[in-house]
Nanobody
Framework: QVQLVESGGGLVQAGASLRLSCAAS????????MGWFRQAPGKEREFVTA????????YYADSVKGRFTMSRDIAKSTDYLQMNSLKPEDTAVYYC????????????????????WGRGTQVTVSS
């Protein structure tokens, strides 16, 4: 059974930084694609970023490119999402997800291709 647990969310002012963590257990962490998605109230879940199994390749949503960075610590079975220059529009529940999916933009950006999800962590950015 795969388990993902997010942490690190909170309330910050615009321009601040946060680092989210996603701790994984129960599977061969190092061979799976990992992604982050977010969902704001009344909106659909949207892709934020994803990295491939070794962390050597990544995709980012245009809205976060240059501000967010995803990284992996395979030894700790933990992924991180460093979020800088936060904006009020970044306010959402952030979810990490994992799965054995093809490393291609069409797959990694679509939430339905991920097999396992965490429960999410709230990020609120005030103006």
């Amino acid at each position: 059974q795969v388990q993902l647990v997010e942490s690190g969310g909170g309330l910050v002012q615009a321009g601040a930084s946060l680092r989210l963590s996603c701790a994984a257990s129960g599977r061969a962490f190092s061979i799976y694609t990992m992604g982050w998605f977010r969902q704001a109230p009344g909106k659909e879940r949207e892709f934020v970023t994803a990295v491939n199994w070794d962390g050597g390749s990544a995709y980012y949503a245009d809205s976060v490119k240059g501000r967010f960075t995803m990284s992996r610590d395979i030894a700790k079975s933990t992924d991180y999402l460093q979020m800088n220059s936060l904006k009020p529009e970044d306010t959402a529940v952030y979810y990490c997800a994992t799965g054995r999916l093809p490393w291609h933009s069409d797959y990694v950006r679509a939430p339905e291709h991920y097999d396992h999800w965490g429960r999410g962590t709230q990020v609120t950015v005030s103006s």
